[in-house]
């Protein structure tokens, strides 16, 4: 087998774990330098490779290699951006095809969620489609968790750790407050449509730690009058009440409880302040003083919190991923598969991308307790394996250190640039 | 010397340490208990003392009390009472002194800020007013670093290196969007009139790891043209921004820049939502994409990322208080005295009541950059040593394993409730 080079690139949303399964694929790759010359990554994800800006991961020494793993955030940038359909833009095929060939690239990783997983399908198809020979490998990556066949995501039990420990301690603090003070607290929490970050909230009360967790899951709809009253019973039980609102919950009409009238480069609209008008929906219905927070990248950046089985599975997705291609796969995700919940065991899998590609996992409803506020048993048997163990990064004078990279260049061999669209 | 028992409350916001401080009180008392009978707690603060509602200590097991020192928020409660003077109401102190003979209370600790030192002042001057002997001790607790005298206070390493890890990872998670995605990320954090919170999110920033970071002071008066200009300057040298605002800064006419319009029971504004009049500012200035995060009460309660010098220091206030009592004193508060900056060392002190209450310790100009929108080196002297060290707390099936003491009522001793007014 001859030896050819590899394309590595992060996509979409970064999140605390991402850099731990690029950590996976280069550590994979180097261990095997007989058949893979050199990881390239694309700098900013796939613009890199449509602009042939490369960056040589060669150059970087094993420690600064070792650290990604411990770093969250991605280490070569990322994007959105979107490639279209062969048939809708075939300039772009052809431009990464010229790259590609340029820089002798025999594997395609692809790191991302959803929409990624439908761009590394087209990658795939064009051996099929154009002759180009390639093995498009996608490394699975999303904090939403929303990839289908995967039992979980990596990016997700981080976030649902942070989510939980951080509703768990807000909770506290507002207990403290409530009898003169603050009685609500809410959270806002990321997840677009699907409620599994959302969900997590609800891990901060368990048995031994009750708190009164109201819960706001994109996927119900919602019902400001039952919502109230909830959030009231919950006040004069407890004195308190703390609620996790998704960025994704919408009104009746469809509308979110929060948008801000702009969209990405996906078209997704971009969200933010849920928590401010759920809060003052209470304050104004109940006159309780409230406090809120909005999470935003804070939730999705912490790796001082990392769930350890979050990071060993996103490390664990990188691996695979060069394995998968070293055993001559294309089209293929490597899948985190739960052989048992108690105690809990998972080992690796693999999907095909056309089973993944475009296809959105939601909660199921036997997650979501009957009255639509809260978890299930089943939710929290789910839940609770994927935020087991602590993987704290090292930390220098009071600072977690967290490795940036050289990421040099490597040398032009087109003339002109490509213009994006 | 008769023994007495002693009254220990927490006042005003909580935070990460301030039941280090409770720990460091009740363990130092049991060790002295041929002098100090029981820790009997307010519930809910000096709302607990009013209405006769007070916990025994002694119902708690020394591992309960033990584990205090990792718990977050105010284990008996916390309550935003202030009391008014002697003259303006003598009601609430005849009454406070009814408890007190009641339950044979000598030694008042209170734990808390600049107002709950005002109060605990009060206290202390029963002995000359009214004739009534008791030994009022102040416990300092602010997570504003706003009181004077002590180097800094209890509360306020923990939220700094909050911010700090948080507005790195953060910058981190913006840095790899930046290229097509978010350039502009924006947190807000709290302190209401100082900004040494706001001063800390510069720590994200050091010689290894260099982050554009913007801070929006309360000291310094709000220039929207220059802020906007800088902004534009850091996104075009790094490709994005991190603007760091305290919930306290102030547009010229001396408004806060997001007014939620309630106050709470000190008269303060209620705030928050700074971070988004930030974030859409710049966007309608330079069209840049945006996040922004509001951490709230998250940042004040985050124990699983307390500063191991802050717990070390909560917890030491707590016995120096318990000590001074014993040594006889009335009147004072212990603290933090700063011996030598690096290696950083500290020492207990202690200051009379009467320098502390009612005075707020600004930032030092000095520690404000010229341009008015950074820390500098004196600054980052001051600060480094307080966030040094990791004391997480123990985690179990991945969650942390924080207390909830039993908070058994001592029973009543008088006929009627008082009522508050």
Redesign the interface.
Known sequence: MAIKNAFYA?SG??T?VINASACGVIETARKHSDQIGAVLAGR??I?GALTEDLIDTNKESDAAIAALRH?????F?????KLKSLEANKAEYDRLIEVFKAHDIGYFFYNGGGDSADTCLKVSQLSETVGFPIQAIHVPKTVDNDLPVTDNCPGFGSVA?YI???T???S??????????TKV?V?EVMGRHAGWIAAAGG??S?A??EIPIVILFPEVRFDQERFLALCQERVQKFGYVTVVVSEGCKWPDGKFLAEAG?R??FGHA?L??A??VVATMIKDAHGH?Y????????Q??????A?QTDVDQAYAMGRAAVELALAGKNSVMPTIVRTSNSPYAWEVGSASLSDVANVEKMMPSEFISADGFGITQACRDYL?PL????D?PP?T??????V?LQNVAVPRKLGQDFQLK
């Open positions: 992060q949303g970064v605390a900013n994800g613009i770093t969250p955030s991605g280490a940038g990322s994007c959105r951006y750790k939980a420990v951080s768990r301690e807000a506290f603090d507002v207990r403290s407050m409530a009898k003169t003070s607290f959270i891990l901060a368990d031994e730690t702009t990405d480069a971009q933010g302040g928590a401010p003083k406090h809120w927070a909005v999470a935003d990248y804070l999705r950046a912490a790796r001082h919190l769930s609770v935020i087991q163990g602590e704290y930390f004078n009071g600072m977690p250190q967290y940036t």
